[in-house]
């Protein structure tokens, strides 16, 4: 079966086709082809890369129409140097990330327009993320209509969460609007913890339980605690902005900043939110970038400021390890994912470093080399610590197969 995944941002689709033939494990196969428009470069004009058949091939599109784009986008999978598919109806699903599935939902789901509704009416808690997931549905949806279209949420891995760690300890009734800790980057939470797993050959049950942090550190950044493959706790809550410093998000500030910011000073909430997801973080402190690269370099030439960003990532990071090491009560694995989290070695060694009291040891020569899907502690280290590449894309995938095998053993 092939499968289209399509995922909107602010100011690109990313698409991807997958084969899938039997029932996926987690041998990630090269997609048949992808595609990635970015309309953020230029002003009225889409940049459309498209990769298959060992090809890369760049155009400028006079339009960011969503519909036109993933109509190209279909375009180059039926012609020329990148056609992979004879017609369309080859095609057997779309799947779409959707970053915020709110309260109801805690798995994927077949596009309905129930679904759709409820997509829409948790909007107002993801205004930069859920409109445009939306709107790629229906563009999917008047191209492709006799195609099936899945959703993937990014909270749904954190549906089992208990209560306590998410209900906020405001008034009840933020509760009973729907104002909770959801948690974000679960598609790439759930394949690091299974990926984890099969690396330390330990799923973990009652007697032997598996307690695993991982630790997504990209350019958003979370923790998830994960008993036995089932998420108990992350740092990100009601938005993706709760938690660990990220590159120009502030992560967990106290709440009366803002208060203080609007009293005092007149902000709006629009200017709070622009700098609390914009100019905060690794870019608000460096002043710099939030590129940890960039910020290394800075600091190693002598930046007071870029030295300085760097270690209150490291610190909120070793912060937030030791609360997930005592909501697991206790760890078994560490694995560290994302761009900063399978790269920046030295980020990885700082973070380990402050936790030597857990008697966890890394290796430093095997730890410099950043080798993917590999244990980085020494033999006799107590915990475990993992870089996993992350495979988002194909989680995704993964979810709408097994969506597509139940659907069809209810029929
Ligand atoms: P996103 O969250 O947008 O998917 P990524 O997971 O690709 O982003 O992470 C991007 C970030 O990863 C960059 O901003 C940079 O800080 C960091 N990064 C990427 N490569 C390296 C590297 N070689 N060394 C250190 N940091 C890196």
Known sequence: MKILL???????????????????????????????????????????????????????????????????????????????LDQLSDITLVGHRVVHGGPNYSRSMLVTPKVKAEIQRVASFAPLHNPINLADIEAAEKVLPHTPQVVVFDTAFHSTVPDEASIYPGPYNWYEQGIRRYGFHGISHQYCARRSAAILGRTGNREQPFRLINCHLGNGCSLAAILNGQSIDTTMGFTPLEGLMMGSRSGTIDPSILTYLQRVHGYSAHQLEQILNKESGLKGISGLSNDVRTIEKAAQEGNKRATLAMAIFIYRLRYFIGAMVSVLNGVDAI???????????????????????????LDQTKNAASPPDQDIATPDSLVRVLIVHTQEDWEIARECWHMLQAQRSIQ
């Open 6 to 84: 399509l995922d909107a941002g602010s100011s690109t689709i990313k698409s991807h086709l997958f084969a899938i033939d039997q029932t996926p494990t987690d041998n990630v196969p090269k997609p048949l082809w992808q595609a990635q428009a970015d309309w953020g470069k230029e002003k009225g004009k889409t940049e459309f890369t498209v990769k298959a058949h060992g090809q890369r091939i760049v155009d400028i599109l006079p339009t960011t129409v969503q519909e036109e784009l993933i109509k190209h986008m279909l375009d180059t999978l039926l012609n020329g140097k990148t056609k992979v």
């Open 335 to 361: 694995a560290f994912t994302g761009g900063i989290g399978e790269n920046a070695a030295s980020v990885r060694a700082q973070t380990c470093a402050g936790l030597s009291f857990l008697h966890l040891q």
